[in-house]
């Protein structure tokens, strides 16, 4: 498997899989904005990317996790869960160097998927209270 920084050429592929991952409606040019400063990483076997995440830069405005990288999205294919390509996914935006602005890593995720916090946690994140609409807020220093 080869995960890499995601190109203009995966865009149709993490749209599609955006949308999935998503009830509300996909901002198109949000997707290409993180493609284009390099804040999306894909996992590619072979020609078409199977999984993503992307990440969203906050800055001391953000009430809940100010001047983090932000885990903003995880997705991987039905047909190649189970597989380590959401661990590595998350490994990669890990090795992430933290500048003085973006000293931490974040993300935030529906109660309801409590298998998400445990997920997390092994790659030591800490769950640091929730969301004025309920969702788990995570943090790794």
């Given amino acids: 498997m080869n995960y890499s920084i995601a190109k203009k050429e995966h865009l149709p592929k993490v749209l599609k899989y955006s949308s999935l991952l998503h009830q509300e409606e996909v901002k198109e040019s949000r997707v290409k904005r993180a493609i284009l400063n390099e804040l999306v990483w894909v996992a590619v076997p072979e020609e078409q990317a199977v999984g993503y995440v992307l990440v969203e830069l ?84």
């Fill in 58 to 141: 906050f800055d001391s405005s953000n009430k809940f996790v100010p001047n983090s990288i932000f885990i903003s999205e995880l997705f991987v294919d039905e047909k190649h869960r189970k597989q380590g390509i959401g661990s590595s996914l998350v490994k990669r935006v890990l090795t992430t160097e933290l500048t003085d602005e973006h000293n931490y890593f974040s993300l935030t995720h529906d109660p309801k998927e409590e298998w998400l916090t445990g997920f997390y946690e092994r790659f030591g994140f800490t769950r640091t209270g929730t969301t004025d609409v309920g969702n788990v807020i995570l943090v790794k220093k």
